[in-house]
């Protein structure tokens, strides 16, 4: 029979499991996103089971559990940035020049509309973010152009 | 004319490079400290500089400092605070993107005085760039050896890595962001233990902001009384203020703590945009009450604030002008808490959502009598019955727009609209709130027990 010690030494050494954020952030370059394959991957990896590794997941909204398009806009709805004139109007922009609504891909998987919470940005809002990219003190006319500019690059 | 200390090298070309920040008389402070200090004289110079964190709480970094065990033989850990996700606050990224080697300084004088052979830098996942900037710069820490074994012939060991967070604000909050370390959920732990007695992986712990690391190095150059000698008595040394929303220059001024609101709007940040009246500022942040426009000489101190009935948080200034709909903000704000809620306790998980529902539908113009108070009364359940200090921080925005404008609030109900922009708010809030599925599902996503 099992002691409890024993049971305690089945969880996962703390240096390891440190190194679950990145070793997902790693899973994540593959696909975009975290497929239940990887997520199982993990699992095996750290000695964990996939459960465990999907609560870590599940917890993070940079960590994706859906197929993500290959350009993700991340719009900031943030007091500063309504303030100035972004939130809502940038959102409804993006969304309806991709012809997205929040939270969706579009059916090519080029582009995913997202809306986010404060980018660290406030002082140079509206801001958006597009990838790795961030843009700052956007107008329509920039949106139009950066939007434009994708649209072709893809 | 005030000069700046903390972001003397912002604006200089390549500041973030080491070669730019050695050229400008970097690393002395290290050199000094870890050759002509030892580990309890610097704890007193830092108790004595009076500096105080820049993260929101304000609590002083010298007595932190103290509570660290001194035992030798307990392995110690000194984790740097980059989550930088209040709204309103864009500080710790230009810091760490700009120059990353004062921080770093900071983090080699502070794990040596508490005894720290290991530290770690948690920063918010989002921040591609200072990911970058931060491990460039470590690199080169190392490979002058400011970093690693025997720093400068001193006999002292420090490590330093980075590890990014993945996009949750609570991770902010000192104890989840040692879960998140740990590679677990970012739920805050109940305090106590402290982190000074037990942190990451079980060991003590010297957590700090950004910012606060950064004033170390001057203090130890200049030393603690000309530190102590900037701003006033209970707020001592330089301050970064965030300046965003209705102004004409938003941006970062770096100015000493104690400065009057009315200067950094008026003055640094060249006064309201499009010349209209200002209304409200939050003066220190997304969880920080508002001020209304005839406070707006209270020095930016932590007492100065407290008195007035806000505080100074991260010294994140949110300026709004008269046509500012103060319902908007406040719901807008109280979103962003119900979002971030890590769902542990029922309090923050629960109330959060009802009270931004509240909030919503008096905004849209469906609010019912009786939804006023309904919004306070679950501001007052909220305060001080969560987990951590998230409860608190949520009850704020809604709490502080009712009690100073809640003229504002009667009028939605009464009228069914918005008394500042007549709707133009409301009918874009309407339009889009079918499709906000993403934060819908980020609710659920973090609901757990
Ligand atoms: C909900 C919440 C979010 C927080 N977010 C941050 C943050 O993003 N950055 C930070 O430095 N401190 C943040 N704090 C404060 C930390 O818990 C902690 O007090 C701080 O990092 C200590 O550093 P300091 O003493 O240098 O201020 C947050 C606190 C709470 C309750
Ligand atoms: S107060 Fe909110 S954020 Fe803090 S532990 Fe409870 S649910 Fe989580
Ligand atoms: S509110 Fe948009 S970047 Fe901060």
Redesign the interface.
């Known amino acids: 029979m099992a002691t409890v010690a024993e049971a305690g030494t089945r969880d996962v050494s703390p240096a390891k499991r440190a190194m679950l954020l990145t070793a997902l952030y790693i899973a994540q370059e593959q696909h975009g996103w975290l497929t239940p394959q990887a997520l199982d991957r993990v699992a095996r990896r750290f000695d964990m089971t996939p459960g465990q590794v999907y609560a870590t997941a599940s917890f993070y909204t940079l960590f994706k559990l859906a197929p993500q398009g290959r350009y993700r806009i991340q719009v900031c709805e943030g007091l500063s940035c309504y303030l100035v004139g972004g939130a809502e109007p940038v959102i409804a922009q993006v969304g309806r020049q991709l012809d997205l609504r929040p939270g969706e891909t579009s059916p090519d998987g080029r582009f995913t509309l997202e809306v986010v919470e404060c980018l660290a940005s406030c002082g140079t809002a509206p801001a958006l973010r597009i990838n790795d990219e961030l843009y700052e003190h956007m107008t329509p006319e920039k949106i139009d152009r950066l939007l434009a500019d994708l649209v072709a690059k893809t | 004319m005030y000069e700046p200390i903390l972001t003397r090298n912002i604006g200089v070309a390549d500041s973030e490079k080491i070669a730019t920040y050695l050229a400008r008389g970097g690393y002395e402070a290290t050199r000094v400290a870890l050759t002509q200090h030892t580990p309890a004289e610097l704890i007193d110079m830092v108790k004595r500089a009076g500096l105080r964190g820049r993260g929101g709480a304000g609590f002083p970094a010298g007595t932190k400092w103290g509570f660290m065990p001194v035992d030798p033989a307990l392995p110690k850990i000194v984790a740097v605070n980059t989550d ?7 500080k ?2 230009a810091l760490v993107e700009r120059d990353p080697h004062q921080v770093i300084e900071g983090v080699i004088i502070a794990a040596y005085a508490v005894g720290a052979n290991r530290a770690y830098v948690y920063i ?6 200072g990911v970058k900037r931060w491990i460039k710069a470590i690199a080169d820490a190392y490979e002058r050896g400011f970093l690693g074994r025997d720093i400068l012939g001193s006999g002292f060991d420090l490590d330093l890595s980075v ?7 609570i991770c902010g909050e000192e104890t989840a962001m040692l879960e ?7 739920n805050p732990r109940l305090k106590p233990p402290y982190p000074a007695q037990r942190g990451l ?2 060991l003590p712990t010297l957590v700090h902001n950004v910012e606060t690391l950064a004033c170390i190095p001057h203090i130890v150059l200049r030393g603690p009384a000309w530190f102590a000698g900037i701003g006033t008595r209970q707020s001592t040394g330089p301050k970064i203020f ?5 102004v004409n220059r ?3 001024y770096e100015l000493p703590l104690g400065t009057p609101l009315r200067e950094i709007i008026e003055g640094h940040a060249g006064g309201m945009s499009g010349g209209r009246k200002l209304k409200a500022v ?1 003066p220190g942040g ?1 969880s920080t009450p508002v001020l209304t426009a005839d406070q707006i000489d209270t020095p930016m101190a932590f007492e100065t604030l407290a008195a007035a009935g806000s505080a100074l948080g991260t010294g ?1 200034i ?1 300026v ?1 002008d008269e046509t ?1 709909c103060m319902v ?2 406040a719901r ?2 109280t979103r ?1 808490f119900a ?2 809620s ?1 769902g542990r306790c029922v309090p923050c998980r629960v109330g959060s959502q009802r009270l931004y529902e509240t909030l919503d539908r008096i905004e849209c113009g469906k609010g019912r009598p009786g939804d006023i108070d309904l919004a306070l009364q679950i501001a007052q359940a909220v305060d001080g019955t969560t987990f951590c200090p998230m409860g608190g921080a949520l009850a704020n925005p809604a709490r502080s727009t009712i009690e100073r404008f809640r003229g504002e609030y009667e009028y939605h109900i009464a009228h069914r609209q918005c008394a500042m922009q007549t709707g133009r ?1 409301t009918a ?2 309407h ?2 709130s079918s ?8 609710f659920n ?2 609901r ?1 027990p």
């Open positions: 930088e996700g209040e709204p309103g606050t864009f710790d990224r918010r996942g989002e921040f591609f760039l590890h990014r967070g993945a996009g949750a604000y998140s370390l740990e590679g677990k959920p970012g992986f079980g965030c300046v965003s929303g209705h938003p941006g970062n939050i997304a994140a949110i709004m500012t908007e903000a807008r704000l962003f979002h971030e890590c708010a874009i809030v339009r889009l499709g906000r599925s993403v934060r819908g599902q980020n996503r973090r757990r």
